[in-house]
């Protein structure tokens, strides 16, 4: 059984009869030629060490397992303690009134950005690389690929501790956790990071490495290296989510 993402793995891995069954998996194919190279993270190091304001991105559905509320109150936390903010999420949803309510309710509308549904691809990874964090809320396990993206774009993810971010961040470190459902937390880290440019700057560094293995060559290997292992050992692969 493939299972998308640590959250998913964790969920179905009991379920197995043998823990050989169930094979983790990040369901993510990006082309390699995408990953932020090392001169240009190296340039996004450097120009977040300089600037004065923290670039804040999200992209995703606005929906009530996003916590899009919290997020803005995030957000209102860091700048309450000090952070100059610049903050932008890319999507639409059923929440984006409420987000606008809030937004309006905590004064944050000359530093959060609302655009709504942005079709072109392209566009998301750049403002993710032009971003210093991709900030998010996600109350509900799952596994967004918008954070694999951020890692490939040499931007680190901050966001709620869970399964599936901790497992992406595992190898180096390109990122922040902090408590679930508890946005005063979250924009303390945020704060922070903009207030120690040299943490932030690093942690670029950090979130690119981590984001190196999620490209589509070695992607492809990899699961093809683990289907063979299986098969070998008389194991049926079948998909799981």
């Not at 040499?154 to 869970?162: E, K, L, Q, S, T």
């Not at 932030?200 to 290296?225: H, K, P, Q, V």
Request: proline fraction near 5%; glycine fraction near 6%.
């Amino acid at each position: 059984m493939f299972c998308n993402g640590q959250d998913t793995y964790d969920a179905l891995m009991p379920l197995c009869r043998s823990p050989e069954v169930a094979i983790k998996i990040n369901d993510l194919q990006i082309d390699p030629a995408k990953i932020l190279n090392p001169e240009l993270v190296e340039q996004k190091s450097r120009v977040a060490r300089s600037r004065s304001d923290l670039r804040i991105c999200y992209a995703g559905r606005i929906e009530p397992q996003k916590a899009p509320l919290q997020w803005v109150q995030a957000i209102a936390e860091a700048r309450r303690l000090g952070a100059q903010i610049r903050a932008i999420w890319l999507g639409e949803g059923t929440l984006m009134s409420d987000m606008r309510h809030e937004i309006d309710r905590l004064r944050q509308a000359d530093a959060i950005d609302l655009p709504g549904f942005v079709s072109n691809r392209d566009q998301v990874i750049e403002t993710m690389r032009e971003s210093d964090v991709l900030a998010f809320t996600h109350l509900e396990p799952e596994s967004p690929r918008v954070q694999m993206e951020a890692l490939m774009s040499a931007c680190p993810i901050v966001g709620y501790d869970r399964s599936y971010p901790r497992d992406l961040i595992s190898g180096h470190n390109g990122g922040v956790l902090t408590p679930l459902g508890n946005p005063q937390a979250l924009g303390a880290a945020l704060a922070d990071l903009a207030a120690d440019r040299t943490q932030l700057s690093e942690l670029i560094r950090c979130a690119s490495r981590d984001g190196a293995r999620f490209n589509s060559d070695l992607m492809t290997r990899d699961r093809s290296t683990r289907i063979r292992e299986r098969v070998g050992r008389g194991v049926t692969a079948t998909a799981g989510h």
